[in-house]
């Protein structure tokens, strides 16, 4: 596949995310910045992406993709988490 394909069907799925993608050939790794991940686990968040490459994965046009869903907040670095140093 190439990457303006995986691009594409994302961004039917996510009207309004941000998307980046590296890789090549058949193997990518794709992040998706979007506000409807809001309330959603890592699973929630991967689920609906890996079911729109379920017919490239099956036949193997499609070895590896590796999701990163996060919501704009989460991107920023602002998800309430406190770092501590010692």
């Known amino acids: 596949m190439k990457e303006e394909q995986i691009i594409e069907r994302v961004r039917e799925l996510?009207?309004?995310a941000m998307i980046d993608i590296t890789g090549e050939d058949c193997s990518f790794e794709l992040y998706v910045i979007s506000n409807a991940f809001k309330d959603l686990d890592t699973l929630q968040r991967q689920?609906?992406?890996?079911?729109?490459?379920?017919?490239?994965i099956r036949t193997g046009a499609l070895h590896?993709?590796?999701?990163?869903?996060?919501?704009?907040?989460?991107?920023?670095?602002?998800?309430?988490l406190v770092q501590i140093t010692l």
């Open 14 to 16: 996510y009207p309004d």
């Open 47 to 56: 689920k609906p992406i890996l079911g729109l490459f379920k017919e490239e």
């Open 64 to 80: 590896a993709i590796s999701i990163k869903a996060k919501t704009p907040e989460e991107q920023s670095g602002n998800s309430g």
